[in-house]
Antibody, heavy 117, light 108 residues
Framework: QVQLQESGPGLVKPSETLSLTCAVS?????????WGWIRQPPGKGLEWIGS???????YYNPSLKSRLSLSVDTSNNQFSLRLTSVTASDTAIYYC??????????WGRGTLVTVSS | SSELTQDPAVSVALGQTVRITCQGD??????ASWYQQKPGQAPVLVIS???NRPSGIPDRFSGSRSGNTASLTITGAQAEDEADYYC???????????FGGGTRLTVL
């Protein structure tokens, strides 16, 4: 059974870069699927951030594209997110997911990132 | 636009049947998936594709589609089904994911 676990700083200062990593166990990233990120501001709905294939090809939410970078590390079976120039509106729970193109099959437990000075 | 629209809140009496809907043009081309989210927890997939339930999801959960509307039906709602439910799908280009705004289900 695949498991995903997000990690990274829980507090980021405005204008700085948010960096998160998702460790995958129970499945090799190199075996297929896309791997994605979803976020949820406190008390609000879900927003897709972007997804990446093990080869490195990726696609992003257009509203975040200019600040977003996804990467994959197959040797450590993990993938990462970098979001630059963050503001308070980037405060959210960030989830990593396994993206089977027509369904998001598995989710991590999520990690809260607060943007504040 | 590739938006998905859900009713913000729905209620159902214990043991009765409830339908939660999701509308959007993209649903004419792509099936919706449905996710259940309880307070303080990550979303959990309950229905995908035409009407596929992951292992461990009770068979009282079912999905359907008609035109631009996808539906999640809970037949015989239980107290533990009280949660937020989100639909999602590919957008019309197929290159992005879109989510509905979520429906809060209350079991009375």
């Amino acid at each position: 059974q695949v498991q995903l676990q997000e990690s990274g700083p829980g507090l980021v200062k405005p204008s700085e870069t948010l960096s998160l990593t998702c460790a995958v166990s129970g499945f090799s990233i190199s075996s297929g699927y896309h791997w994605g990120w979803i976020r949820q501001p406190p008390g609000k709905g879900l927003e897709w951030i972007g997804s990446i294939f093990h080869s490195g090809s990726s696609y992003y939410n257009p509203s975040l594209k200019s600040r977003l970078s996804l990467s994959v590390d197959t040797s450590n079976n993990q993938f990462s997110l970098r979001l630059t120039s963050v503001t308070a509106s980037d405060t959210a729970i960030y989830y990593c997911t396994r993206d089977a193109y027509d369904v998001l099959t598995d989710w991590g437990r999520g990690t809260l990132v607060t943007v504040s000075s | 636009s590739s938006e998905l629209t859900q009713d913000p809140a729905v209620s159902v009496a214990l043991g009765q049947t409830v339908r939660i809907t999701c509308q959007g043009d993209t649903l004419r081309s792509f099936y919706a998936s449905w996710y259940q989210q309880k307070p303080g927890q990550a979303p959990v997939l309950v229905i995908s594709g035409k009407n596929n339930r992951p292992s461990g999801i009770p068979d009282r959960f079912s999905g359907s589609r008609s035109g631009n509307t996808a539906s999640l039906t809970i037949t015989g709602a239980q107290a533990e089904d009280e949660a937020d439910y989100y639909c999602n799908s590919r957008d019309t280009s197929g290159n992005q994911w879109v989510f509905g705004g979520g429906t809060r289900l209350t079991v009375l």
